[in-house]
T-cell receptor, first 113, second 111 residues
Framework: DTGVSQNPRHKITKRGQNVTFRCDPI?????LYWYRQTLGQGPEFLTY????????KSRLLSDRFSAERPKGSFSTLEIQRTEQGDSAMYLC???????????FGSGTRLTVV | QKEVEQDPGPLSVPEGAIVSLNCTYS??????FMWYRQYSRKGPELLMY????GNKEDGRFTAQVDKSSKYISLFIRDSQPSDSATYLC???????????FGKGTSLLVTP
């Protein structure tokens, strides 16, 4: 286990379709985060899990977005009824408890056409 | 106004130069400060972290935090072409929670 794994790497979807992304964190990392990054911007926080509990959600996470982390292992991020404004890089990160900074995956690039 | 401001550049320097990157912030509650490096189409990679004010050095990299001025810096000595990337500052009020990122500064080190 060498890092945070995200799948798929790229996803092209038509507007209105649903998409789901998967993140596999580093083994035994209790905390898992989702961020969104658009071109020329820094990552923006979406949501955060400690084990299976979703502890914090950004107001950026509209009702069309839902994230889960069953059993405190991998996580999924689903976007329903995608819009062109959802086009972005979706980044997942993980960390052990009480550690400064965390490790990011390579992201899933979503393009909504 | 965003909580974290960072000049997007681009910044172009010759190989071997000392590079200075910086961010300002407005939230006085921030006490955890990080610098990430991001190559094109990759996720951010943690370079340095600092708690509260002070300096931290790691190889060619030095991070400085001045909480009184709400200003953080990253210095890169003897810059190399492989340092060409986008550098993101990030900060939070609590360890392990949501990070607030700057826009990132694009750095190009030319041979």
């Amino acid at each position: 286990d060498t890092g945070v794994s995200q799948n798929p790497r790229h996803k092209i979807t038509k507007r209105g379709q649903n998409v789901t992304f998967r993140c596999d964190p580093i083994s035994e990392h209790n905390r898992l985060y989702w961020y969104r990054q658009t071109l020329g911007q820094g990552p923006e926080f979406l949501t955060y899990f400690q084990n299976e509990a979703q502890l914090e959600k950004s107001r950026l996470l509209s009702d069309r977005f839902s994230a889960e982390r069953p059993k405190g292992s991998f996580s999924t991020l689903e976007i329903q009824r995608t819009e062109q404004g959802d086009s972005a890089m979706y980044l997942c990160a993980s960390s052990p408890n009480e550690v400064y900074g965390y490790t990011f995956g390579s992201g899933t690039r979503l393009t909504v056409v | 106004q965003k909580e974290v401001e960072q000049d997007p550049g681009p910044l172009s320097v010759p190989e071997g130069a000392i590079v200075s990157l910086n961010c300002t912030y407005s939230n006085s509650a921030f006490q955890y400060f990080m610098w990430y490096r991001q190559y094109s189409r990759k996720g951010p990679e943690l370079l340095m972290y600092t708690y509260s004010s002070g300096n931290k050095e790691d190889g060619r990299f030095t991070a400085q935090v001045d909480k009184s001025s709400k200003y953080i810096s990253l210095f890169i000595r003897d810059s190399q072409p492989s340092d060409s990337a986008t550098y993101l500052c990030a900060m939070s009020a609590n360890s392990g929670y949501a990070l607030n990122f700057g826009k990132g500064t694009s750095l190009l080190v030319t041979p």
